[in-house]
């Protein structure tokens, strides 16, 4: 449920059955390839993600053995370590080729905490 979350909050529709991107070892796993990750439309990127929830949930490996309830619980767990960790923000530590992208990142999640239940209400019905 929890990689499932993470990656509906960056939109990464690249998690798929036939392209798992995630590994094993020993008893742990390991999730990889976040590249597709926040490719939204310039024009209105919260709508359009809020309008591709579904899509990227039911098409996510995933899928089949999350249930909305231990969805929601994943993700208000990680909107909650989101709210309750300041500066998570910051760009003044990131090599300065980063910081646009990362800016540009950190407004659109900071856009979605602030409609966090209609975010969490699209992505499990």
Do not use: C, M
Not at 20 to 31: K, R, S
Request: proline share 8%; net charge negative; aromatic share 8%.
């Amino acid at each position: 449920a929890r990689v499932l979350a993470l990656d509906l909050l960056l939109a990464n529709g690249d998690r798929t059955p036939a392209n798992p991107n995630l590994g094993w070892h020993a008893d742990e796993l390991f999730v990889f390839d976040f590249e597709h990750g926040l490719t939204l439309p310039a024009a209105r990127p919260l709508a359009a993600h809020l309008d591709v929830l579904s899509v990227l949930r039911d098409d996510h490996v995933f899928a089949p053995v999350v249930s909305p309830a231990e969805l929601r619980v994943a993700l208000g767990r990680l909107f909650g370590r989101l709210e309750s960790r300041p500066g998570w923000e910051s760009t003044d530590r990131l090599p300065p080729e980063w910081r646009f992208p990362y800016a540009a990142a950190v407004a659109h999640v900071t856009s979605i905490l602030r409609v966090r239940d209609d975010f969490v209400r699209r992505a499990v019905e």
